[in-house]
């Protein structure tokens, strides 16, 4: 990232109660990339970079991440959602789909912010940030979605949404 004056940090979906069929892997691979998320949110506070947490609303509709992380929380995902959890500070919507844009009002807040550059980072890779890095691409934002920070259930359908941000939506998909 160049040119960090104009960049947003997004997380989508990070808080999560893994329980719904194939959580169990979304789970797994979401514990390796943690040390990662963890680091990447660590260099959003250090540089200033405004974090945007935007996360499925499990039935709950209130943009309230303290409802959603006592939803969320359970023995399988305590460590991440402990780890990742929004500061005070932090901004936090909730999405009725898949893209982190669709029917929210993040588009209006990196405007008026003025951020054209997003570093999306989350799960699920291949349905969640895919579809946002999508959205975003359209709105010709700059993109860097680090493959080390971002998980999907399967490793090849994980690989190939990389692939498609990559090729496609000319996102840098490089480590954090």
């Not at 506070?45 to 609303?57: A, G, M, Q, S, T």
């Not at 936090?92 to 669709?102: D, E, L, T, V, Y």
């Not at 399967?154 to 990559?166: G, H, I």
């Given at each position: 990232?160049q040119?960090?004056?104009?960049?947003?940090?997004?997380?989508?979906?990070i808080?999560?109660?893994?329980?719904?069929?194939?959580?169990?892997?979304?789970?797994?691979?979401?514990?390796?990339i943690?040390p990662?998320?963890?680091?990447?949110?660590e260099?959003?506070?250090?540089?200033?970079l405004?974090?945007?947490?935007?996360?499925?609303?499990?039935?709950?509709?209130?943009?309230?991440?303290?409802?959603?992380?006592?939803q969320?929380?359970?023995?399988?995902?305590k460590?991440?959602?402990?780890?990742?959890?929004p500061?005070?500070?932090?901004?936090?919507?909730?999405?009725?789909?898949?893209?982190?844009?669709?029917?929210?009002?993040l588009?209006?807040?990196?405007?008026?912010?003025?951020?054209?550059?997003?570093?999306l980072?989350?799960?699920?890779?291949?349905i969640?940030?895919?579809?946002?890095?999508?959205?975003?691409?359209?709105?010709?934002?700059?993109?860097?979605?680090?493959?080390?920070?971002?998980?999907s259930?399967?490793?090849?359908?994980?690989?190939?949404?990389?692939?498609?941000?990559?090729?496609?939506?000319?996102?840098?998909?490089?480590?954090?």
């Amino acid at each position: 990232m160049q040119n960090l004056k104009d960049t947003a940090v997004v997380f989508i979906d990070i808080i999560n109660d893994f329980n719904f069929p194939g959580g169990d892997k979304l789970l797994r691979n979401t514990e390796k990339i943690l040390p990662n998320l963890i680091k990447l949110k660590e260099f959003a506070k250090e540089n200033n970079l405004p974090v945007i947490y935007v996360n499925d609303h499990y039935g709950l509709w209130q943009a309230d991440f303290d409802k959603i992380i006592k939803q969320c929380t359970n023995h399988s995902s305590k460590e991440i959602i402990e780890a990742m959890k929004p500061d005070d500070d932090d901004y936090f919507f909730i999405k009725p789909q898949h893209s982190a844009f669709f029917q929210t009002p993040l588009h209006s807040l990196l405007t008026d912010l003025n951020r054209y550059s997003l570093i999306l980072a989350g799960i699920a890779g291949d349905i969640c940030i895919l579809f946002t890095a999508k959205d975003a691409y359209m709105y010709k934002m700059d993109l860097h979605i680090p493959e080390n920070c971002m998980a999907s259930e399967e490793k090849n359908t994980n690989d190939y949404a990389l692939y498609l941000m990559r090729s496609v939506m000319k996102a840098n998909i490089d480590s954090v």
